[in-house]
């Protein structure tokens, strides 16, 4: 909104020089010749301030609702989902274990987009204690069998 009151501001004092000067003028091809300049003038100095007048709106316009945020607060809640599904599916994971006599130390899952709607289990990853050891093949059968997905047994 500057930019409009820089515009009527140099508007008014144009008129107001362009009056005063004619005045002082005398009839004849002179004054054609000043009002001719004064015209010229009042064009320039009514176009540099009408111009960037148009940019300041252009831009407060643009300013309104930014695409960019937009597009960082789907990503926001995006990633939010992800987080909250891979948790989700560790604790089912360590839950199904737990429920077949089986004590994990860890469950880790990797998720991957499939698609633009869409999101698999590419990796599970299972640690077990010493004393599971042999019983890695069980448990990952047991993962097998429920998600659908090998995973990799890895013994501390």
């Known amino acids: 909104m500057n930019g409009l009151y820089t515009v009527a501001a140099t508007v008014c004092a ?13 009839d004849g091809g002179t004054k054609k010749l000043v009002s001719l300049v004064m015209g010229a003038f009042i064009l ?3 176009a ?20 960019e945020d937009t597009a960082t607060a789907d990503e926001a809640v995006n990633r939010e989902v992800l987080n909250e599904t891979k948790h989700n599916l560790e604790t089912a994971l360590k839950d199904i274990m737990a429920q077949n ?19 698999v289990i590419a990796q599970i990853t299972v640690t077990v204690g010493e004393q599971d ?20 047994v890895e013994v501390e």
């Open 14 to 26: 144009c008129c107001i020089i362009v009056t005063l000067l004619s005045h002082f003028v005398s």
């Open 44 to 46: 320039c100095a009514m």
């Open 48 to 67: 540099v301030p009408a111009a960037n007048a148009v940019g300041s709106i252009a831009s407060q316009w643009q300013q309104v609702k930014p695409v």
């Open 101 to 119: 006599g089986y004590a994990i130390r860890d469950a880790a899952v990797t998720l991957a987009i499939a698609g633009e709607n869409r999101v």
């Open 133 to 152: 050891a042999d019983h890695c093949e069980a448990i990952a059968a047991l993962t097998e069998k429920h998600f659908a997905v090998r995973p990799q």
